[in-house]
Every structure is written in structure tokens, then in C-alpha cells.
């Protein structure tokens, strides 16, 4: 009986057992939602830290449009960014406000990853996208902005001394 019961259980564990994988039944869209010109102040390092290499690049200004709405990057923001030289990867942190033209100051916390290393071709790449998040004010034209996953990409231009992000809103 003993050698029975093992042998079930040893044919049950030996059987195959692979993951499924069900294709998704949608896969999510995206609408263009803004396109943020930023101008940013003269980059500072912290230096070698616990965590990486501290870059703190400052916010300045710039304007930002987009369907529904438009308006300006206020002055006193920062990219803080954490290197990773050895790896070229680079974690990114940039927190700042934008006030639109009829007057709603929206806080913006924007996280992502840049890397620049090599695809699994073994080809160079470069990566770069990021993910803000808005805090608008819940009685403002705007309170949509918080209730959504949003993810951007930089338009690298020569004619604008900044950088250019364009966000889309995950639908």
C-alpha cells in the first residue's frame, strides 16, 4: 500500500505543470494628455553617496499645453537623480508645481528609470520613461488628473535648451 500511495504521489508531482498564460482580453490604450517643455538650471552633484551617485538638476520654469489645459512650470522644482555609473542606470525623482492659464496650481511627482546599455540583441539602447502622478485640487477643472496612471517619454529637441515631456494618460 505504502509503495502504491508514494507512486501517486510521485506521478502527481512528476506531471508537467506549466503556467498559463491567457492572452488579456484588453490591453490598455493611451491619450496624449500634455506635452511639458521644462527649462532647468545648471546641474550639481552630491557626489558618491550610501545609495549612488546624487545628481540634483533644478527646475526653472517652462510652459506645458496639452487638450485641456495649459499653462506654466513654476520656478523651484528639482530632478534629483540617483546614478548607478556602473550600471548606467539612473532612478529619477522630479518633484515641482504647474499652474494653469485660469490660475490652479497642480503638484506634479514625477518617478522614473534612464538607462543607456544594451537590448537582449546585444544592440545599444537607450531607455527613458517615467511615470508623474498630479495632485490637482479636488474642486478644479482639473480634478481628473488625480484619478489616473499617466506615463511620459522626452522629445530630445536642439531648438530648446530643456527637456520636452510628453504624457499620455493609461486608459
Not at 27 to 32: A, L, R, S, Y
Not at 135 to 149: F, G, K, R, T, V
Request: proline letters at 6%; glycine letters at 8%; a neutral charge.
Amino acid at each position: 500500500m505504502k509503495k502504491f500511495l508514494f507512486a501517486v504521489v510521485f506521478a502527481i508531482i512528476a506531471l508537467p505543470v506549466g503556467a498559463q498564460t491567457n492572452p488579456p482580453v484588453e490591453t490598455p490604450k493611451m491619450e496624449f494628455v500634455m506635452q511639458l517643455k521644462v527649462t532647468l538650471g545648471e546641474a550639481y552633484t552630491i557626489g558618491e553617496t550610501a545609495h549612488g551617485k546624487r545628481l540634483v538638476i533644478p527646475i526653472t520654469g517652462g510652459t506645458f499645453e496639452g487638450p485641456m489645459l495649459k499653462g506654466t512650470i513654476l520656478n523651484g522644482g528639482a530632478d534629483y537623480q540617483m546614478a548607478d555609473t556602473k550600471a548606467n542606470h539612473t532612478e529619477l525623482e522630479a518633484i515641482y508645481s504647474i499652474k494653469t492659464d485660469d490660475g490652479t496650481y497642480i503638484h506634479v511627482r514625477n518617478k522614473g528609470i534612464i538607462y543607456q546599455g544594451k537590448d537582449e540583441q546585444g544592440k545599444p539602447s537607450f531607455y527613458f520613461k517615467a511615470a508623474p502622478k498630479f495632485e490637482a485640487p479636488y474642486d478644479s477643472n482639473y480634478a481628473w488628473l488625480n484619478h489616473a496612471i499617466y506615463v511620459c517619454s522626452p522629445d530630445f529637441s536642439s531648438s530648446f535648451k530643456g527637456i520636452v515631456l510628453n504624457v499620455w494618460m493609461v486608459r
